[in-house]
């Protein structure tokens, strides 16, 4: 079974710019980063495959970039020009190797999940 921890994430006022990283135990397919509300189904933020192919919710386009280093096992979310609607409780996940291409949008397709953590965005 592969571990998944993160770090990052905190309260940040609207316009700034938070990172989020996920630190993998082995090898995985696909890696995403998933975020929650209350009284809403867990949705896709953004995905990246095994050679770095990214995918994006259309909401952070041009805002979020995914990251992934095959060799620390590792993934990170850049997010810039935060806004409130971007709050959630935000989850790393992962696949199995080599997963798939593109990578799954839906939570059902994921593994491995790290335990949350959570971004504020205020006005």
């Known amino acids: 079974q592969v571990q998944l921890v993160e770090s990052g994430g905190g309260s940040v006022q609207a316009g700034g710019s938070q990172k989020l990283s996920c630190q993998a135990s082995?090898?995985?397919?696909?890696m995403a980063w998933f975020r929650q509300v209350p009284g809403k189904e867990r949705e896709v933020v953004a995905t990246?495959?095994?050679?770095?192919?990214?995918t994006y919710i259309d909401s952070v386009v041009g805002r979020f970039t995914i990251y992934r280093n095959n060799a620390k096992k590792t993934t990170s979310l850049e997010m810039d020009n935060l806004k409130p609607e971007d709050s959630g409780m935000y989850y790393c996940?992962?696949?199995?190797?080599?997963?798939?291409?593109?990578?799954?949008?839906?939570?059902?397709?994921?593994?491995?999940w790290g335990q949350g953590t959570q971004v504020t965005v205020s006005t």
């Open positions: 082995g090898s995985t397919g696909c």
């Open positions: 996940a992962a696949e199995n190797p080599p997963g798939s291409r593109p990578c799954g949008t839906e939570w059902v397709f994921y593994t491995y």
């Open positions: 990246i495959d095994v050679f770095t192919s990214p």
